[in-house]
């Protein structure tokens, strides 16, 4: 796909690996739409970056998405390209009293349902344009649960069910390309709880390859571990489920 002189919209941009895509597309012509929920970091953000604006709001709240929607449409109609890349996530273990059910309704907020609110509701300016896209963050958790993020890896194991879903319709009778970035663990401020900084690789490598996946029409950006866990997925799941769980500790 080509990926210059595009607008694109990316959710969670005002750090870590939404940032990092920014700026290499402003670098490559593209107008950036950044959204978020902290206007200071997103106008700090915009200040680093060539061809950006910023638009504050919660990806949770359906009245902030009505007004994105309606803001970008009347704005942004050349729009083509919607990152979803905003997302939560919690560190913890299944126990006694370990607040599962409140982590897990927050992190699908985020991860998930967040994702089919924004994506159907741009669907008709993508739809308009002669080449669009969507890309869906997901994870390599989303294949291989990690036990001690246990929630964040199931919304993620659903956004990817949800990704290969919407490319098989899509492809149908659209222009629209759906892919999926996946990377392992990222050393980003997100990831900071899930031992991010500690074990995570750095985002600007993660922008690197979505933006190489992007132009090759690689619908399954696999970064770094990723591609080696699933072939080892495949082959034995077991093994693979041992292997990220070691590597999380």
């Known amino acids: 796909m080509n ?17 990092e895509i920014a700026k290499l597309l402003t670098a490559q012509g593209n107008k950036v739409i950044l959204v978020g929920r902290t206007e200071s970091k997103l106008q700090e953000a915009v200040k680093s970056l060539d061809n950006a604006v910023a638009i504050v709001g919660d990806i949770n709240s359906e009245s902030d ?16 390209v919607l990152i979803n890349n905003a997302g939560r996530a919690f560190a913890y273990t299944h126990a006694e009293n370990a607040n599962a059910f409140s982590k897990a309704t927050e992190e ?18 993508l ?5 669009a896209a969507i890309v869906n963050v997901t994870s390599v958790v989303g294949y291989l649960p990690a036990a001690a993020t246990p929630s964040y890896s199931d919304s993620k194991a659903a956004a990817h069910s949800y990704t290969l879903s919407l490319r098989h319709t899509l492809a149908k009778d659209t222009n629209i390309k759906v892919f999926e970035l996946m990377p392992p663990l990222v050393n980003t401020e997100f990831s900071r709880e899930i031992g991010g900084e500690e074990f995570g690789m750095s985002p ?29 997925y495949l082959s034995d799941p077991q093994a693979a489920f041992n292997a990220i769980n070691q590597a999380a500790h």
Not at 6 to 14: D, H, R, Y
Not at 127 to 131: F, G, L, P, V
């Open 108 to 125: 699908f907020a985020t991860n998930y349902f967040s994702l089919i609110r924004l994506t159907e509701g741009f669907l008709p300016i």
């Open 3 to 19: 990926i210059t002189n595009k607008t694109v919209l990316i959710t969670g941009g005002g750090s870590g690996i939404g940032f």
């Open 127 to 131: 739809k308009a344009q002669d080449e």
């Open 204 to 232: 600007v490598t993660v922008a690197e390859e979505f933006l190489e996946g992007v132009r090759t029409d690689d619908y399954e950006i696999k970064v770094g571990q990723t591609a080696g866990l699933r072939q080892l």
């Open 65 to 80: 998405i009505k007004k994105l929607i309606a803001q970008v449409t009347a704005e942004y109609p050349e729009l083509s």
